[in-house]
């Protein structure tokens, strides 16, 4: 490679300017020539030049990068496109994985059309990649635990969501056509269910076309780009992004543009983090389906029953003591339940539940969970609350109790309720005992008040 095309010793010669683009995490590299300079993100990893320069480097990425990595690599070094962005887990000296992200542009090529010299930068996410796990790992158990609320997602509102979420990806890459689907095992092969789909008017994707991609997804769950489709189909350049939760093929999201090499490496990591969301979604539907064929709900309220409740709800409560830095647990009971059933008969004090119940499940977030826990008691679990907020809310309903109208009896209704909040690790069976003894106290005070634990 000349002087003329990259003048890497003037750049080499200027101490300052060498520091500069090094602290910046630059790297060279003159295939051809075998000469370069790794960039200082992964020489802090133990990698050397000689490693870099023969590719010996790629034997220390993440098994589960690697493909993605390769396919990026191959479109360049194939002259697809000069320019490679990737992020990917390396492996250190001692075994332990840092995700890089390696933004480089080919500067040069051989006679034959291969990568002749590459120029770019090395630099460290794995700050952002933690904080992206850590909020994907909230989200995920947001979207469990919504499968143990009281609401209950139709089939078409869930389709309805895949909707919306394809045409919002237009806002992150441009398309012509796009599907999402979700892939079923078979024992004869792989079933695609399109889940939604925005097509170009007029326009017909032919299934022959994402039935080419389904041996790719299968074997490496990789991304996969199709620069020509060939004659037989209208659209020519396809994009597809498997959607994986915890290593399965769940789904896929494929992308058409009638343009030849329209799509490119650089618009695989925004479409890989929409699929992300869009997988978990598929995959809790799945769950939800299944797990809604089992859930026991309280046929009086709609809420769950206190078997249900206690599997549910005992499973979920490690995950919120890891996450949330507070958790609190409310008992609610109906004052002088007793002398309303005996005075006004069963059926009115059925009706008082049934309205105290509509009034509770509007009274939470979705991601509270309601259980019915004795004849007029209900528990309540409130992730991420504080006490003082957890007293705030519950003073709210216990005010909105006492202002219903019943027209059945004379007279108003209460309710009594009583507070525990948890730090760190906590029992959840302690702190319901801990919340009704909070609940006795409301009760010997007078009733119709709610009292936090101390």
């Excluded at 051809?32 to 320069?53: I, N, P, W, Y």
């Excluded at 799509?263 to 969301?277: K, M, R």
């Amino acid at each position: 490679m000349s002087e003329k095309a990259f003048p890497i010793e003037k750049i080499s010669s200027n101490r300052h300017l060498t520091s500069v683009f090094l602290r910046a995490g630059f790297f060279y590299g003159d295939l051809a020539g075998d000469r370069g300079v790794t960039s200082r993100t992964l020489k802090q990893l133990g990698f050397t030049d000689q490693e870099m320069r023969s590719g010996s480097y790629q034997e220390r990425i993440h098994p589960e990068d690697m493909p993605v990595y390769r396919a990026l690599w191959d479109r360049v070094n194939e002259g697809w496109e000069d320019e490679l962005y990737c992020e990917y887990r390396l492996r250190d000296r001692r075994g332990e994985w840092h995700w890089v992200a390696t933004h480089a542009v080919v500067t040069e090529r051989t006679a034959s059309g291969g990568i002749g010299a590459v120029v770019g930068t090395d630099r460290s996410i794995q700050s952002r990649k933690q904080a992206e796990a850590y909020i994907r790992r909230k989200f995920e158990i947001a979207e469990a635990l919504r499968q143990t609320t009281t609401v209950v997602a139709s089939d078409v509102e869930l389709r309805e969501n895949f909707v919306l979420a394809i045409a919002q990806l237009r806002d992150i890459l441009e398309f012509e056509s796009g599907q999402i689907a979700a892939m079923h095992r078979k024992a004869e092969g792989w079933e695609v269910e399109i889940l939604a789909e925005d097509l170009t008017a007029g326009q017909v994707v032919p299934a022959a076309s994402v039935e080419l991609l389904m041996p790719a997804l299968e074997e490496s769950f990789s991304p996969v780009i199709h620069d020509d489709l060939g004659p037989g189909h209208p659209t020519k350049s396809l994009l597809a992004i498997p959607l994986r939760v915890r290593g399965a093929l769940v789904g896929a999201v494929f992308l058409w543009h009638r343009t030849p090499g329209f799509f490119h490496g650089t618009d695989l990591y925004p479409v890989i983090a929409f699929g992300e969301s869009i997988a978990v979604a598929i995959n809790n539907t799945r769950s939800f389906q299944r797990a809604l064929a089992e859930l026991e709900l309280d046929g009086l309220t709609g809420f769950l029953t206190r078997k249900c409740f206690d599997r549910n709800v005992g499973r979920a409560w490690p995950e919120y003591c890891a996450l949330f830095a507070s958790n609190a647990v409310a008992m609610i009971d109906i004052d002088h339940f007793k002398k309303i059933n005996d005075t006004w008969g069963h059926p009115t004090g059925d009706a008082v539940i049934r309205r105290l119940a509509e009034l509770l499940k509007a009274s939470f977030r979705k991601e509270d969970t309601l259980g019915r826990y004795g004849g007029e008691e209900v528990v309540a679990v409130l992730p991420n609350t504080t006490a003082a907020a957890a007293h705030t809310i519950m003073e709210r309903v216990r005010a909105a109790a006492a202002a219903l109208d019943f027209c059945d009896f004379a007279g108003t209704v209460t309710i009594s309720i009583g507070i525990a909040t948890t730090e760190g690790d906590c029992d959840l069976v302690t702190a319901m005992e801990t919340a009704d003894m909070a609940l006795y106290q409301a009760k010997k005070k007078g009733r119709n008040r709610v009292e936090v634990a101390s």
